[in-house]
């Protein structure tokens, strides 16, 4: 019988505040790398959960999704698929005393421009969706219906 493949299933954020991005500079596997606020979707939440607790995570920045701005399936270099869903959203509270995930290293703002040349992107995701988003890819939060089956 064949192993059974999935996918990993991640969350990424844009949020834009005087023309520039909200981004993080984070380590991959001992790489600096630059990318938005994203992760992984953990066990029992929506995309939407996932999105607002990973931008908290990384950013110390509140984030209220809006909108989907993209649906992507990546395949990195070493094999690994992952289905990226991007949120476009509004940014509330920060709170600069929030613990910060482990391999951020810098919050960042950036305008496209800069993001287009620079050579530390961790994908071309991260690029793929603010140009997305800049030509005005939005689908409605309920593009992605949360359905859960009762247990008899």
């Not at 607002?52 to 909108?67: A, L, M, N, Q």
Request: some cysteine; hydrophobic content about 35%; aromatic content about 10%.
């Amino acid at each position: 019988m064949n192993e059974r493949w999935y996918p990993h299933v991640t969350v990424a954020a844009i949020a834009v505040k005087d023309g520039k991005y909200l981004l993080v500079k984070e380590i991959i596997e001992g790489v600096s790398v630059i990318n938005q606020p994203a992760g992984h979707v953990e066990k029992g939440e929506t995309l939407e959960q996932a999105v607002t607790r990973e931008t908290v995570e990384e950013t110390g920045w509140s984030f209220e999704p809006i909108y989907i701005s993209g649906i992507y399936q990546y395949v990195a270099p070493n094999g690994e698929t992952y289905s990226r869903f991007t949120f476009f959203g509004e940014l509330a509270n920060y709170d600069a005393q929030a613990p910060l995930d482990s391999e951020i290293e810098q919050i960042i703002w950036m305008d496209r421009s800069d993001m287009s040349v620079h050579p530390g992107l961790r994908s071309q995701s991260v690029l793929r969706c603010v140009e997305d988003y800049e030509n005005g890819q939005q689908y409605p939060l309920n593009t992605v219906r949360q359905i859960v089956e009762r247990q008899s």
